[in-house]
């Protein structure tokens, strides 16, 4: 998969289908290039877009404040750092020519990129996770034992629920007056057995529980009441 992503990367910049300018100026300080780096390889890609596949020294002096001997020393760390390869490269006319290429670049900034994308994902997560905690203390009115607070992780470690999932489950909980881990648990296995994986599935199962008819209870007043929720333990095969 990398590898295809790697060579559609080459055939969309060989096309000129792909301005990497913006990505360039947000992640080239993570990759490890520095300022004056980073104006060489603008320059170099602006002489590559032109049609000019192998800027000299020269002309990249000329159009810069950069001297000539400065410009050696940048490409020198650009080759030293892999961001810069001089490839075999075919013009319009069919003759084989030199010419600089900074794929190997572009495919370190992508991968940059997904990591950036990916931390935040993870955090994002983890935040979400971590208010399902903060939740279940507010419900319970209390702190969390370890052994509760194990349970939730498990939830989200080893069973792979989603935080949505396990506050409809606790939701569930506080409809009946169950307030344990164990009935919640309960709730989640149910779901895992009857494939209940969205809002939208549990919102079908939470219906069906309840469209069902009521049992009532008589008090002394011979008052009827119906009890609205699904009692999980009681579950069966």
């Known amino acids: 998969m990398q590898q295809q992503n ?8 060989e096309q000129g289908n792909v301005h990497i300018s913006q990505l360039f100026f947000q992640q080239y300080k993570a990759c490890g290039i520095e300022d004056d780096e980073a104006l060489l390889i603008l320059h170099m890609t602006a002489f590559i877009e032109k049609g000019n596949h192998f ?18 020393r940048l490409m020198q760390r650009l080759f030293q750092k892999g961001y810069l390869t001089i490839e075999q490269k075919y013009d319009d006319n069919g003759m084989l020519n030199e ?22 994902e993870q955090q994002s997560q983890k935040d979400e996770e971590g208010e399902i905690f903060r939740l279940f203390e507010q419900e319970f009115g209390r702190f969390l034992s370890p052994m509760e607070s ?28 169950k307030m344990s ?36 209870t008589t008090s002394e ?9 699904y009692n999980w333990l009681e579950e069966r095969e």
Request: hydrophobic share 35%; glycine share 0%.
């Open 6 to 13: 790697q060579d559609r990367l080459r055939i969309w910049t």
């Open 99 to 120: 010419a600089f290429s900074f794929y190997s670049l572009w495919n370190r900034l992508l991968d940059s990129l997904v990591t950036e994308e990916t931390s935040k």
């Open 150 to 177: 194990e349970t939730i992780s498990m939830w989200f470690d080893q069973d792979q629920l989603s935080p949505e999932l396990i506050r409809a489950a606790l939701k569930e909980a506080v409809l009946a007056q």
């Open 181 to 216: 881990l164990r009935y919640i648990d309960r709730i989640l296995f149910e779901w895992k057995k009857k494939n209940v994986k969205t809002l939208s599935d549990v919102e079908k199962q939470a219906s069906q529980y309840r469209s069902a008819p009521a049992r009532t």
């Open 55 to 72: 800027p000299t020294p020269d002309d990249l002096a000329e159009r810069s404040h950069i001297s000539k001997e400065q410009v050696s």
């Open 221 to 229: 007043t011979t008052r009827t009441e119906k009890v609205p929720f």
